[in-house]
């Protein structure tokens, strides 16, 4: 009888415990986001205030995050006891622009379509390079281009000394079963980088032939060892 009146005490108690406010959960805590704001992300998941923290489902909370925020790539909840959680964000970040029917876009390096540009922003992603005829269709924010060599054109770009990247303007992919990629200068001439393959070479190519070469409109490095003029 003892044992068993102990035991239901013991039960009682830790109900009660369970129960009570102590492990409700009174704070959200953001961190590691830069393109939104901790309150916009909070009111989100606001209904797990008042939740019991150990009722709270983490991976439920995880995919609203990362799937509602286009810019939020992984979202990661960790309980604090008693009463806290904290949820840690990995954002997206742009990677290069794109152009689709004279609309601007940013993209990451997965190759996601983050956000519409307006012409008055591009300035301030000149660090990007410009990438044309990424896509034959209309866009849509949060969706992932698929067309080869498209992510190639800011990975080779990004390999570029200072001097490059002031020469080249933008990129665009041609319309090749290929789907090369294609440089153009400031000054109209059109390098011709076919994949990302052989990068390093292409490039050592490119800058001996820009300093041998200065009427030449079309540099063709599809083959590095032997590259044409014309």
Known sequence: MLIAVFLALVVWGLNFFYSSEYFKIKSIDIQDNAYYKDEDIVAMIDKIIGTNIFEVDKKGVEDTVAGKLNWVKEAELSKIFPDKVIIKLVERKPYLKIVCRDEYFLVDD??????????????SYGHLILVRNAVSYSVNIGEKIAKKNVLSCAEVYRVFDAGLKNMVKEARIEE???GDIVFETNDGKEIIFGDSSYAVEKIEALKQLLKEETNCN?????SPENPVIK
């Open 110 to 123: 997965e190759g996601v379509v983050l956000d519409k540009i307006n012409e008055g922003e591009i300035d």
């Open 218 to 222: 079309i540099i063709d490095l599809r």
């Open 176 to 178: 090749n079963l290929s």
